[in-house]
């Protein structure tokens, strides 16, 4: 996406809506701390990386294209005053997660939070999976994932300082037709954090979990235009979240406001766990009931 399109995005805000959308925080809520945001280059991420730099975060920020998250930071730069890295690299590879976190604690020397944003899936049927599709899905969402963990928890420890990871899921206690690798890829993240929340308890790092629902972001544009218009009628309140929705919800497990609060996981659905049809592959002739 080049600088013009992101301020004219398909789906989600533009950045300069971004920079500007309302925030219940105060603007030096983050102010001394480092935040490393994977992913940022679009979509939630991207809501993210602006929302802690306008709370006064200094930010690093990775994933695989660097044209896209050299125009964020360009623009989280213009917003904040202050330095921004960017590292393009593949959290699936544990070489490039190490370098990045390398980079990243000499630069900056240090991280305070680290948000595991970067992630995905493509929308199919269970039985259409090929080996290759399911094995990039958990590489990415639960391998990668883990690689950023791991790196950033064996490196606070080292330093003696407490750590804090909050890790983008999805809403997945219902099952997500159309979604099976993601859901098992994103269950996996869920049951490690509340994992490692005991283990690394003792070393001050705190590990939390949003379960996503449908977030009107760019990643809408990887699915079938017919079946996105199932994520805005997939939940009670009828309707898409949007990218602050999450960023808030990040920045409330982060900050002191979430100092008693580890291994958990908050649900930013709409109540799409409770009520609602979602089917991002297309509904199967089997569920049509109300066609019959
Ligand atoms: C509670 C939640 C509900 C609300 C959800 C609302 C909907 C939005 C959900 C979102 O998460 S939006 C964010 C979406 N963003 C992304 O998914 C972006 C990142 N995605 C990816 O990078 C890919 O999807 C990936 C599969 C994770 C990785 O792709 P990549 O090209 O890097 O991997 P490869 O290792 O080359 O493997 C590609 C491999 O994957 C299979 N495959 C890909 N697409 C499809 C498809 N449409 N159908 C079937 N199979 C697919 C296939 O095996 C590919 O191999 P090749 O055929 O290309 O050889
Ligand atoms: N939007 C929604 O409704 C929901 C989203 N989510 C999750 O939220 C997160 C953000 O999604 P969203 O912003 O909507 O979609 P995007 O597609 O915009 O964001 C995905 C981001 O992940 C990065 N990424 C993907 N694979 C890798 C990789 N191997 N290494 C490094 N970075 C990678 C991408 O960067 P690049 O393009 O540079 O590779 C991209 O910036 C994802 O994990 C997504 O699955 C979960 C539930 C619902």
Same mark, same amino acid.
């Given at each position: 996406?080049?600088?013009?399109?992101?301020?004219?995005?398909?789906?989600?805000?533009?950045?300069?809506?971004?920079?500007?959308?309302?925030?219940?925080?105060?603007?030096?809520?983050?102010?001394?701390?480092?935040?490393?945001?994977? @992913?940022?280059?679009?979509? =939630?991420?991207? $809501? &993210?990386?602006?929302?802690?730099?306008?709370?006064?975060? !200094?930010? *690093?920020?990775?994933?695989?294209?660097?044209?896209?998250?050299?125009?964020?930071?360009?623009?989280?730069?213009?917003?904040?005053?202050?330095?921004?890295?960017?590292?393009?690299?593949?959290?699936?590879?544990?070489?490039?997660?190490?370098?990045?976190?390398?980079?990243?604690?000499?630069?900056?020397?240090?991280?305070?939070?680290?948000?595991?944003?970067?992630?995905?899936?493509?929308?199919?049927?269970?039985?259409?999976?090929?080996?290759?599709?399911?094995?990039?899905?958990?590489?990415?969402?639960?391998?990668?994932?883990?690689?950023?963990?791991?790196?950033?928890?064996?490196?606070?420890?080292?330093?003696?300082?407490? @750590?804090?990871?909050?890790? =983008?899921?999805? $809403? &997945?206690?219902?099952?997500?037709?159309?979604?099976?690798? !993601?859901? *098992?890829?994103?269950?996996?993240?869920?049951?490690?954090?509340?994992?490692?929340?005991?283990?690394?308890?003792?070393?001050?790092?705190?590990?939390?979990?949003?379960?996503?629902?449908?977030?009107?972001?760019?990643?809408?544009?990887?699915?079938?235009?017919?079946?996105?218009?199932?994520?805005?009628?997939?939940?009670?309140?009828?309707?898409?979240?949007?990218?602050?929705?999450?960023?808030?919800?990040?920045?409330?497990?982060?900050?002191?406001?979430?100092?008693?609060?580890?291994?958990?996981?908050?649900?930013?659905?709409?109540?799409?766990?409770?009520?609602?049809?979602?089917?991002?592959?297309?509904?199967?002739?089997?569920?049509?009931?109300?066609?019959?």
């Amino acid at each position: 996406m080049n600088s013009a399109d992101s301020q004219h995005p398909k789906f989600g805000p533009g950045d300069e809506a971004l920079a500007a959308l309302p925030t219940v925080y105060r603007d030096d809520l983050f102010a001394g701390k480092v935040v490393l945001v994977s @992913g940022a280059g679009s979509g =939630i991420g991207k $809501a &993210i990386a602006f929302l802690f730099a306008r709370l006064g975060a !200094t930010l *690093a920020i990775c994933g695989r294209k660097a044209d896209k998250l050299e125009d964020c930071a360009e623009k989280l730069r213009a917003l904040s005053g202050r330095e921004v890295i960017t590292y393009p690299m593949t959290i699936r590879d544990p070489e490039q997660v190490d370098a990045m976190l390398s980079a990243v604690w000499e630069r900056l020397g240090g991280v305070d939070v680290l948000v595991n944003n970067a992630g995905g899936q493509f929308a199919a049927h269970a039985m259409d999976f090929n080996v290759k599709g399911w094995n990039a899905v958990i590489d990415t969402n639960l391998n990668g994932s883990w690689y950023m963990m791991q790196g950033a928890a064996r490196r606070w420890v080292e330093q003696g300082r407490p @750590g804090n990871i909050v890790n =983008i899921t999805a $809403a &997945i206690d219902r099952g997500l037709t159309g979604m099976a690798h !993601t859901t *098992a890829s994103r269950a996996g993240v869920i049951a490690l954090s509340r994992t490692l929340a005991i283990e690394w308890a003792e070393h001050g790092i705190r590990l939390n979990c949003i379960g996503a629902g449908a977030i009107e972001s760019n990643g809408f544009n990887n699915y079938r235009e017919e079946n996105v218009s199932t994520f805005y009628s997939c939940n009670p309140m009828k309707r898409a979240g949007d990218v602050q929705d999450i960023a808030e919800a990040v920045v409330y497990l982060a900050a002191p406001s979430g100092k008693f609060i580890t291994g958990e996981v908050l649900n930013v659905e709409g109540g799409m766990l409770l009520w609602g049809e979602f089917w991002p592959a297309g509904k199967p002739d089997y569920f049509k009931v109300d066609q019959e």
